[in-house]
């Protein structure tokens, strides 16, 4: 009996399905505001040299502090204060206007540096002036950050399928909580740097369960609305970072302010089920009867047990292969599993270094950034619920593969907008970002239906492994503009336009049942619903 019709039995989309998405909708909301919380807390102020220090024989007594500025900081073509450099000595005939600053001797700031305040309060720049020689620290932070989701991947990857869903859930709540707190009373860089290291690994223990568990109890019908909807939990996410951005401007009461939601989801982890899927991959039948049974009752079915005995359960294909313990290594041992996995963490790389390098970029478009990223996030909601109504329609493959080239078209047709028309380069990356997010959305839902259940965590941590690859490289591409100025966007545009035409080299899994066994990818026989993807005769299993 395949697992599929046991749901049914139980009604594989109902109360009890909805309310792991509530559930888990808390834990949700708080990966967008990490992931992206760089964005603010790693702001650069405009700045320039401290020249309070500065003892010229008390000539500055008599002097604004605008004409102080004026005699020690050389000026841009704006008119504003260079941000990294003073005069080797006042230049006090500047104040008569009469001469160009241009070709006096210069030197690096000396006694620090002053910061305009107006937007933060205090950012990781301002806190350890990584500024002028330093500035490509306050991108590394993102970059360790998302080192330790990397790491987090591979290691929630593996402990998901050896422990269970629902133990290592509690595991990465309870460690990103600790780190979390922890890190906004870093009183080093380096110690802050670690801190949010080991934060991204808890992290991603919540991002590759919650996605998992939501499909693994829903049916095959329901699973692009579960998919979908419960993915809306990030945009909200994402446009409440917005907000508390705007209300907090200092850095240490924004991580406490983006963590603390976790408290609420420690105390509502105890009515969340564990996966009867892996329940049965594991042979702990009589656990995995429990939850059916609950979900029966709550769903106002009648209970399993009351019509189908225990063998039932031991009849269950994936029973087959209980004692076998499966790791990363299965993922590459057979022919059909290595060409599923390097075309899928291909695909992975491509769409999360695309939607990390839109949204990591939120100046430069005449808004300020707590608009933009607002904007960036609400047009997510449409863009979700766009690609909910062509999942169905056209498939997984066109649709990861669309929204993939699309965003590359968005990305290169910015490159040749002037920026003096910044109405419609905004509108142009707003469209990008929305289709960016449109990609993740899908490739999250397609790759749960193309790994098997015996894997399908591995599998999981693996491409969730090569999608924070990206993610952690975004950052650093970003700082090639100091070498040429579009080299950031022909990166990631090229990215994103390769990556989705390897994402039409994937099977189409719509309407199709799970996988269970890695011998439902590597020998699918007629009739059967695994990656050859062939329509599930439901007849043919209850004969």
Same mark, same amino acid.
């Given at each position: 009996?395949?697992? +599929?019709?046991?749901?049914?039995?139980?009604?594989?989309?109902?109360?009890?399905?909805?309310?792991?998405?509530?559930?888990?909708?808390?834990?949700?909301?708080?990966?967008?505001?990490?992931?992206?919380?760089?964005?603010?807390?790693?702001?650069?102020?405009?700045?320039?040299? &401290?020249?309070?220090?500065?003892?010229?024989?008390?000539?500055?007594?008599?002097?604004?502090?605008?004409?102080?500025?004026?005699?020690?900081?050389? /000026?841009?073509?704006?008119?504003?204060?260079?941000?990294?450099?003073?005069?080797?000595?006042?230049?006090?005939?500047?104040?008569?206007?009469?001469?160009?600053?241009?070709?006096? *001797?210069?030197?690096?700031?000396?006694?620090?540096?002053?910061?305009?305040?107006?937007?933060?309060?205090?950012?990781?720049?301002?806190?350890? &002036?990584?500024?002028?020689?330093?500035?490509?620290?306050?991108?590394?932070?993102?970059?360790?950050?998302?080192?330790?989701?990397?790491?987090?991947?591979?290691?929630?990857?593996?402990?998901?399928?050896?422990?269970?869903?629902?133990?290592?859930?509690?595991?990465?709540?309870?460690?990103?909580?600790?780190?979390?707190?922890?890190?906004?009373?870093?009183?080093?860089?380096?110690?802050?740097?670690?801190?949010?290291?080991?934060?991204?690994?808890?992290?991603?223990?919540?991002? @590759?369960?919650?996605?998992?568990?939501?499909? +693994?109890?829903?049916?095959?019908?329901?699973?692009?609305?579960?998919?979908?909807?419960?993915?809306?939990?990030?945009?909200?996410?994402? /446009?409440?970072?917005?907000?508390?951005?705007?209300?907090?401007?200092?850095?240490?009461?924004?991580? /406490?302010?983006?963590?603390? *939601?976790?408290?609420?989801?420690?105390?509502?982890?105890?009515?969340?089920?564990?996966?009867?899927?892996?329940?049965?991959?594991?042979?702990?039948?009589?656990?995995?009867?429990?939850?059916?049974?609950?979900?029966?009752?709550?769903?106002?079915?009648?209970?399993?047990?009351?019509?189908?005995?225990?063998?039932?359960?031991?009849?269950?294909?994936?029973?087959?292969?209980?004692?076998?313990?499966?790791?990363?290594?299965?993922?590459?041992?057979?022919?059909?599993?290595?060409?599923?996995?390097?075309?899928?963490?291909?695909?992975?790389?491509?769409?999360?270094?695309?939607?990390?390098? #839109?949204?990591?970029?939120?100046?430069?478009?005449?808004?300020?950034?707590?608009?933009?990223?607002? #904007?960036?996030?609400?047009?997510?909601?449409?863009?979700?619920?766009?690609?909910?109504?062509?999942?169905?329609?056209?498939?997984?493959?066109?649709?990861?593969?669309?929204?993939?080239?699309?965003?590359?078209?968005?990305?290169? $047709?910015?490159?040749?907008?002037?920026?003096?028309?910044?109405?419609?380069?905004?509108?142009?990356?707003?469209?990008?970002?929305?289709?960016? +997010?449109?990609?993740?959305?899908?490739?999250?839902?397609?790759?749960?239906?193309?790994?098997?259940?015996?894997?399908?965590?591995?599998?999981?941590?693996?491409?969730?492994?090569?999608?924070?690859?990206?993610?952690?490289?975004? *950052?650093?591409?970003?700082?090639?503009?100091?070498?040429? #100025?579009?080299?950031?966007? @022909?990166?990631?545009?090229?990215?994103?336009?390769?990556?989705?035409?390897?994402?039409?080299?994937?099977?189409?899994?719509?309407?199709?049942?799970?996988?269970?066994?890695?011998?439902? $990818?590597?020998?699918?026989?007629?009739?059967?619903?695994? *990656?050859?993807?062939?329509?599930?005769?439901?007849?043919?299993?209850?004969?």
């Amino acid at each position: 009996m395949k697992f +599929e019709n046991i749901l049914e039995e139980i009604d594989g989309f109902g109360p009890f399905q909805i309310s792991i998405i509530i559930l888990l909708f808390i834990p949700r909301i708080v990966l967008p505001c990490h992931f992206l919380l760089n964005n603010f807390i790693a702001g650069v102020p405009p700045h320039h040299c &401290d020249i309070n220090k500065l003892d010229d024989g008390g000539l500055f007594g008599n002097l604004t502090q605008e004409q102080r500025l004026t005699v020690s900081v050389p /000026m841009r073509e704006d008119g504003n204060p260079k941000s990294c450099e003073m005069f080797a000595e006042p230049q006090f005939r500047l104040l008569a206007n009469s001469s160009s600053s241009a070709g006096l *001797p210069t030197v690096g700031c000396q006694s620090g540096w002053v910061y305009d305040n107006s937007t933060f309060t205090s950012t990781l720049a301002t806190e350890w &002036d990584l500024v002028c020689d330093k500035k490509s620290l306050t991108k590394t932070t993102g970059t360790i950050f998302f080192f330790g989701v990397m790491t987090g991947a591979i290691a929630f990857g593996y402990l998901c399928d050896k422990f269970g869903r629902k133990s290592t859930l509690l595991a990465s709540y309870l460690m990103t909580i600790v780190f979390g707190f922890s890190s906004a009373f870093a009183n080093s860089y380096i110690l802050y740097t670690v801190l949010r290291f080991l934060t991204g690994v808890g992290l991603t223990g919540m991002s @590759i369960n919650s996605i998992v568990l939501s499909i +693994e109890w829903v049916d095959t019908g329901h699973r692009s609305f579960i998919g979908v909807i419960g993915s809306l939990a990030w945009s909200v996410g994402n /446009m409440l970072l917005a907000g508390f951005a705007f209300l907090i401007t200092d850095w240490r009461p924004l991580i /406490m302010a983006v963590t603390a *939601p976790l408290g609420l989801a420690v105390l509502t982890w105890w009515w969340i089920p564990e996966s009867a899927r892996w329940l049965l991959a594991n042979g702990k039948v009589e656990k995995a009867q429990y939850y059916l049974d609950r979900c029966a009752k709550f769903n106002t079915k009648e209970k399993l047990s009351s019509r189908l005995k225990l063998e039932t359960f031991n009849s269950t294909e994936i029973l087959g292969e209980q004692d076998k313990n499966y790791t990363y290594l299965d993922l590459i041992k057979t022919p059909k599993m290595r060409q599923l996995t390097l075309l899928t963490g291909i695909v992975w790389y491509g769409v999360a270094s695309t939607y990390y390098g #839109i949204s990591l970029n939120i100046s430069g478009f005449g808004l300020n950034i707590y608009l933009t990223h607002f #904007i960036y996030a609400a047009i997510e909601v449409p863009a979700k619920l766009m690609i909910y109504c062509f999942l169905d329609i056209i498939g997984r493959r066109k649709c990861q593969a669309g929204t993939l080239l699309l965003t590359g078209c968005c990305i290169a $047709i910015n490159i040749f907008i002037p920026k003096g028309l910044w109405h419609v380069r905004a509108a142009v990356a707003i469209l990008g970002k929305g289709l960016s +997010e449109a990609a993740f959305t899908t490739i999250f839902l397609y790759t749960t239906e193309l790994y098997p259940t015996v894997v399908r965590q591995n599998g999981v941590g693996y491409t969730s492994f090569m999608s924070r690859l990206g993610v952690s490289l975004a *950052p650093l591409i970003l700082l090639l503009e100091d070498v040429w #100025i579009i080299l950031p966007q @022909i990166i990631i545009c090229s990215v994103a336009i390769i990556s989705g035409l390897v994402a039409l080299l994937l099977p189409e899994t719509l309407n199709v049942r799970l996988p269970e066994t890695i011998d439902d $990818i590597e020998k699918p026989r007629k009739n059967d619903g695994s *990656p050859e993807f062939v329509e599930l005769s439901r007849v043919k299993d209850l004969n």
